[in-house]
């Protein structure tokens, strides 16, 4: 397994496991578990600011509903199914999306209202063959960004541009270069008739157009229900990674029974936008920890600062300074062990903590602190200067 495998670095950081016993299940250790809720909070912000209001459906749902949406025919036998007291079948929900039309379809909607927009981190488990599974890149429980918009023909290119935008500024945000973009198109098996997957193929491409972006095409990939842009990363290695979609829905509001009362006073089917910032949230994860080897952004970072006094002579600066640092938002870790201050820094650096404060009598006395940044540089400043240096650079 190589150095900055995921699967290597996330054993090495305590980041999380995953055992023979549970196979494709996750289990988040603190650290990871830290780095996984700053991740879902940036996205969480970000799709705050787009619009889109967050939700929270069940994992579990009755068999009846993925048979009318076509799930069933089509997943049918990767979901995880049982059955109740009164031989009622359940499954363990594959993906949110129709989900999300049941919260649609609570009271009357108007054109008005339209577009409406949903977010959901959705818990999903989908019965992965045992040979498949890889790490936290491919799992039988993970949990979606999913989200979707419920609009009318005339907001599809605009609904799809801005979040083609919210993409471009995410993905430059994690340090990601630039993507690709592929047009997946009609499958051979699908719903609906070839003039709706004509429109909706076209809706995508203008859109794209639109931000400025060429693509591909590549025939007959896209989804069952409709043609999908598809957005594919480049890391520092040069591998490449799909990841965003955006998918342009016709079919599955009419068959959930989705609905609104447009201007002529008559009920009319809305169109279904499916957006995914990162897919997956533990794959993206798997991805940003094989792209920056490990060394997470500050902001990124499980432990973002390890404090150590020189000695115990200084151990009660130490942990004040410590506590000034949780009191400001700022993820610390008190290092001050038996182990000599060297240890104690081979320590910090094998965790990947991205900044050492090092407190000795001098700072102490001064109320500064030493401060050693990953890239070897270092400097001695003001405590409350540190605090609101590092503060700043959380966010």
Known sequence: MELNDHRRLGSDLSLYHIQENA?????????????????????????????????????????????????????GKNMFCVEDDDGKDFALKPMS???????????????RDLPIRYAEFGACHRNESSGS??????????????????????????EVARFIGLLDKVY??????????????????????DELWDWAEEQLAEAAHQRGIEYSIQPGEGAFYGPKLEFVLKDKQGREWQCGTVQLDTVLPARLDASYINEKGEEQVPLMIHHAVFGSMGRFLAMLLEHHE???????????????????QQAEHSEAFHNNLADAGIRSILLDGNDTLQRRIVEAGKMKVPVIVVIGNREAEAGTVAVRERDGSQSVIDMFDAIELFRLRRN
């Open 133 to 158: 599974m890889h790490g936290l890149m491919r799992t039988r429980a993970f949990e979606q960004d999913d989200a979707h918009v419920l609009c009318r023909e005339e907001h599809v290119q605009q």
């Open 294 to 312: 490990g060394n997470l952004p500050f902001w990124l970072s499980p432990d973002q600062v390890a404090v150590m006094p020189i000695s115990r």
């Open 23 to 75: 196979p494709g299940m996750v289990f988040w250790h603190p650290r990871g578990y830290a780095v996984y809720r700053v991740l879902e909070d940036y996205i969480r912000g970000e799709m705050r600011r787009l619009g889109f209001r967050e939700i929270r459906t069940p994992q579990l749902l009755p068999r009846e509903i993925w048979e009318k949406s076509g799930h069933w025919d089509k997943f």
């Open 97 to 111: 999306c129709p989900c999300h039309i049941q919260v649609f379809n609570q009271g009357k909607k108007s054109w």
């Open 172 to 193: 430059n945000d994690l340090g990601f270069a630039g993507y690709k973009v592929a047009l997946s198109t009609r499958p051979p098996v699908r719903a609906g008739s």
